[in-house]
């Protein structure tokens, strides 16, 4: 038995504790915004918070997994707000795959920095990998989101 603290309610799981948290939210909890992209925590498709700070699920055990557990599904606040509008303003989504996690780590690097520089986005989102290749949108609607904050 796991159990698990997500988006504010404790979750009892029969699982294996050795399975992988992304698949426990995707497949035990029904929580399918996180996404599996490679499985070795290089792309930032299954990024979730855990205590507010960005994590890979994909290579945390289920069984290792404490403290609060956020997923795209209920993340929310001033800085998640501005970081969702920024991204539907700006229409940065394309094929929208990756887009959970880089919205999920850009909420993370502007909880720590509301006025990054290019250079702060580009060393913060490094390893989301976005495969249509919107990096120059993703950038645009994180400066956005910081000049709302």
Not at 14 to 26: F, H, N, V
Not at 107 to 125: A, E, F, G, R, W
Request: proline share 2%; net charge neutral; aromatic share 4%.
């Amino acid at each position: 038995m796991v159990t698990l603290n997500v988006n504010g309610r404790s979750v009892d799981l029969d699982i294996d504790p050795k399975m992988p948290l992304l698949w426990a939210l995707r497949d035990f909890i029904g929580l399918t915004g996180t996404k599996y992209g490679c499985g070795r925590a290089l792309c930032g498709a299954c990024t979730v918070h855990i205590d507010g700070e960005a994590a890979r699920s994909c290579s945390i055990m289920a069984g290792d997994a404490k403290g609060q557990i956020t997923t795209i599904e209920a993340v929310s606040g001033k800085v998640a707000d501005a970081v969702k509008a920024a991204w539907q303003r700006l229409n940065v989504v394309q094929c929208g795959y990756c887009q959970s996690g880089q919205i999920m780590a850009a909420i993370t690097l502007l909880s720590s920095n509301n006025k990054p520089s290019d250079q702060d986005i580009d060393l913060s989102m490094e390893g989301n990998i976005c495969r249509c290749g919107t990096y120059v949108r993703i950038r645009a609607a994180i400066h956005e989101a910081a000049s709302k904050l």
